[in-house]
């Protein structure tokens, strides 16, 4: 009998993740949705919205590829006449890109395809970054988006700006110890127009703008914009202590809109914990259910690189015992690691163990030295020690 291949699945889950609202990418799902997420209360609940955003699309794509060069200022207005604020965009097998339309959006994660107006694949975006203005295309979205960006009405332009205004962009690489002290947008405010909402005014944290954006205009103080952010968001992602306390007076929610959890990225309670705002995530804690704060552990979580090199050393292992394993029929095996608060392993067993002691020495020696873990965090973001696992299988048939 051949021995059967050894295998690791995924045990557990790590707490940002991509949920409610953000999960709902394909806008055809979300013209099929039900009225609870209609309830949302944003651009991408509204199916009306939707169904005039894709038709000007489709037709803005037919026209950056027509023989006649579109009038792209005259687009910019269109769209902006409509409250469409989209940069357009290329498509790129690294994901969605402004930056070869000369525009940089500082946006956690990447920005995404309902933030922008996708124009054109480009299978190679360092090539297409030196294109000059020859390109059709590539001059068309430039143009387009030096209009949407210039223009008063433009309400992002402290999130999007000019690519040659942007700076260099933001080292994260120390995040996960110290947290991300701006994870969307610029420091550099420029000046706001009332007509730019509640999101605007939460990132420059004018209470006075919020006070009369709730009680005139009646604006929905929980209503997610194109970026997925709530005013609250912006408002703690800008550390606005006062402006967030005006917003959470109006009954904003810490886990955003109707269609977030708490754990989604964009949440207001996520977005202070990605911060480490210990003081804030205090302010929120009273204010969501107990499972719902539970919900932000992370358990660790393994590098997938080192996990696919140590599929191949128990592939190996595997052959060097294959006798002693085919004695037994093929059962599932728990590797169970202690994490320290450093992402180190310093301890593994395997329960129920195999019938070579050995065996299973080797086993935890190579899982120890060869799978890197992310440590666990608890609700705060704070590094803490946590056991993890991992799914093995073997035997004989």
Request: proline share 5%; net charge neutral; aromatic share 8%.
């Amino acid at each position: 009998m051949k021995l059967k291949a050894l295998t690791v699945m995924l045990a557990g889950f790590g707490a940002i993740s991509l949920t409610g609202c953000e999960s709902r990418e394909d806008s055809q799902a979300l013209l099929a949705a039900s009225d609870p997420v209609a309830a949302c209360g944003d651009i991408r609940s509204d199916t009306a919205k939707l169904a005039a955003l894709r038709e000007s699309d489709a037709a803005l794509f037919k026209a950056a590829r027509s023989g006649s060069q579109p009038d792209a200022v005259a687009e910019a207005q269109r769209a902006l006449k409509a409250g469409d604020y989209r940069l357009a965009a290329a498509a790129t097998p690294n994901g969605i890109s402004t930056e070869l339309y000369g525009a940089q959006c500082r946006v956690l994660g990447g920005i995404k395809s309902w933030n922008v107006r996708a124009i054109a694949f480009v299978p190679d975006e360092a090539a297409a970054l030196g294109r000059g203005p020859d390109d059709k295309i590539t001059a068309f979205g430039r143009q387009y988006n030096a209009a949407v960006l210039a223009d008063p009405r433009y309400p992002y332009a402290d999130v999007c700006r000019e690519l040659d205004r942007a700076g260099p962009k933001p080292d994260f690489s120390n995040a996960g110890v110290d947290g991300i002290e701006q994870p969307y947008g610029y420091a550099e405010l420029g000046t706001a127009r009332m007509a730019h909402g509640l999101g605007a005014a939460a990132r420059r944290g004018s209470v006075y703008d919020i006070n009369i954006l709730l009680t005139r205009d009646k604006q929905d103080v929980n209503a997610a914009d194109m970026f997925g952010m709530t005013p609250l968001a912006w408002a703690i992602a800008y550390h606005r202590w006062p402006a967030a306390e005006a917003l959470l007076a109006a009954k904003a929610t810490p886990t955003g809109a109707s269609c977030q959890t708490s754990i989604d990225r964009q949440s207001p309670l996520q977005v202070a914990r990605i911060m480490r705002w210990d003081g804030m995530i205090r302010r929120l804690r009273p204010l969501v259910t107990e499972d719902e704060f539970a919900s932000l552990r992370q358990k660790p979580k393994w590098d997938d690189e080192s996990l696919i090199e140590f599929n191949h050393a128990l592939t190996e292992l595997k052959d060097r015992f294959a006798v002693t394993l085919r004695s037994q029929p093929f059962t599932r095996h728990d590797l169970i690691f202690e994490i320290d608060r450093k992402g180190n392993t310093i301890n593994c067993t395997i329960e129920p163990a195999s019938p070579s002691a050995e065996f299973d020495k080797e086993l935890c020696d190579i899982a120890t030295d060869v799978v890197r873990w992310a440590p666990a965090r608890d609700a705060f973001g704070t590094t803490v020690p946590e056991s993890a696992k991992l799914v093995v299988g073997f035997g004989g048939k």
